[in-house]
């Protein structure tokens, strides 16, 4: 994003939009196939001017809330940004997020230790940062929320 691009975005009734994708097998470059960073918790922090840093909230999207109550949403993340507001009150925000996951598919107890292999494996498939401007102040923007999606696939396909 360009300096004029930032200035652009600024005049009334604009909007932009900055993507990168990179393609996640690129990051596997650890032992059996796995990514370094596999099964290591990540957490998003902004520096703000002052050098203060925010904490970025995250929201999964495919989240699943065991033990839901009767008629409560078992996935909430599903649910659309309430209309004229950021986010939806039933969305369930977390902290941490990892991008590879293969411990959480082994089903026996000390199965990590043993280096069994794990049923299946989740990786992060879909990464986004939502930075919305703050209208009523100038120079201002909303909290920004990391938005990801995540995939499975079946255990036996990595090596440990």
Known sequence: MTYNDVLNMRRFGAMTESKC????????????????????????????DKGNLIDVPVLIKNFRQSG???????????AAPTPGEIGNEG???RRRFFVFDSVSGIDE??????????????????????VTMDPT???????????LDYRAGDGK????
């Not at 996640?24 to 918790?41: D, H, I, K």
């Not at 396909?157 to 440990?160: F, W």
């Open 21 to 48: 994708e990179f393609d996640l097998f690129s990051l596997m470059q650890g032992p059996g196939g796995q990514p370094e960073s596999a099964n290591a918790l990540f957490e998003l922090f902004l520096k703000d």
């Open 91 to 93: 969305w369930q925000l």
């Open 109 to 130: 107890p000390g199965g990590y230790l043993a280096k069994q292999k794990p049923r299946y494996v989740r990786w992060a498939n879909d990464v986004k940062i939502k």
């Open 137 to 147: 102040t100038p120079e201002a923007v909303y909290r920004p929320y990391a938005i």
């Open 68 to 78: 839901a109550a009767e008629g409560e949403a078992k996935t909430p993340n599903t």
């Open 157 to 160: 396909t990595i090596d440990l």
